[in-house]
């Protein structure tokens, strides 16, 4: 593939790192750069954390995009449609392309559950999600998150600084049993009370009346200020399914390129389901550190690179002051290793038929280090560990 003339679609790490690896890859022509988020390019990962808790800024992904690279941003105007060789917009405008990415990220999922969709009843993916968020804190005791999964836990806590009595809806026994297995649940847990918030355990939601009073099967009505729908994201792939791309399991599928079944068009980021070499099969990835290695790869295809996607996918959580970290294929394991330390510190290891699949760290960076080398070469870490 050698364009001449790129569109990319969506402004989140995928979409920018797109745009700027075809640039820094020789990549000539016209670079557009489509996003239906109103807000210039910015870090996501800071909504549930500082932004939310009006400690920062929005942290701007990178301010020279524009200038630097030549590539011009259009905010605020979703593309409707993907054509053969053009996109075009909710304004009516028409870019064509030589080549385009789609990197549309994921939009939060709410439970089909009586009063899940409620004005009043939040999710949380923009900045002006987080913002919302934020003014609605104030002048609040209290605050409902539903779902215990990593956002959940991150803006649980943030609410609780702000002053919320926060109480998380956990549908597992303890947080993120499934994908992290209990060891790791009860780390969490741990965390979670000692920043003050309450966990429901085992605990499902059943509905939201007015916005405000959640009942669930364990405590039949929850009355607050606030209530969060941490529930889960679905891939924004409806302009490739519209198409005719090739999709699977709810994602766009792609090669280790990140070439879509259609010529010219290049998928990254949390919306597609990419083909990794190095595990050996496709990988549905939602971590921010991977929706900028997989934009620059499609970025650097797009320029005629032979770009691959091989690297383990890594994630990282602040909750509070605590950080984790975790390298993994992220597609299941079957047996968990935790390793606590005495500083507080932990290491859990990750296996699938007797080979890491994955790490789980809190202050144990050496071992967060190693696990994506033991992950990749598919060898086990040795039982001191
Ligand atoms: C609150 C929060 C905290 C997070 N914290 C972490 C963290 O600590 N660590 C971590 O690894 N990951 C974190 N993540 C996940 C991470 O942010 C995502 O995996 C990452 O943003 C995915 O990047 P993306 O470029 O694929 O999609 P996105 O970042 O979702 O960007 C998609 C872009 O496409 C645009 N778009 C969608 N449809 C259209 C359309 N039709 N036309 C034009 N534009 C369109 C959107 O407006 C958006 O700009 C967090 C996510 C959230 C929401």
Known sequence: MDAENLVVVGSGPAGVSAARAYREAGGTGPVRLLTADPDPPYERPPLSKEFLRGEADLPPLDEELAEKHDITITL????????????????????????????TGAEPVRPDLPGADHPDVRTLRSAADSRALRAAAHGVRSAVVVGAGFIGCEAAISLTRLGLQVTIVCPDDVPQEKRLGPDAGRFLLRWLKSEGVSVLRGTKLLSVESGHRVRTDLVPVLDAGLVVLATGVRPRIGLAEAAGLAVERGRI?????????????????????????????????????????????????????????????????????????????????????????????????????????????????????????????????????
């Open 253 to 385: 599928r792609t090669d280790e390129h990140l070439r879509t079944s259609k010529p010219g068009v290049l998928a990254a980021g949390d919306v597609a389901l990419a083909y990794n070499p190095a595990a050996g099969r496709a990988l549905a990835v939602e971590h921010w550190g991977e929706g900028l290695a997989m934009g620059e790869v499609a970025g650097r295809t797009a320029a005629g690179e032979e770009a691959v996607w091989d690297e383990v996918p890594g994630f990282w959580s602040v909750l509070g002051d605590r950080v984790l970290k975790y390298a993994a294929w992220g597609d299941g394991f079957d047996r968990a290793r935790p390793f606590p330390r005495d500083d507080g510190g932990f290491t859990v290891w990750y296996e699938r038929e007797g080979r890491t699949v994955g790490v789980l760290t809190h202050e144990a960076d050496e071992d967060y280090e190693r696990g994506q080398d033991l992950i990749k070469r598919g060898v086990t870490a040795s039982p001191s560990s």
């Open 76 to 103: 605020d105007d979703p593309v409707t449609e993907l054509g053969e060789d053009s996109v075009r917009t909710a304004s009516g405008a028409v870019h064509p392309f030589t080549a385009c990415v789609l990197a």
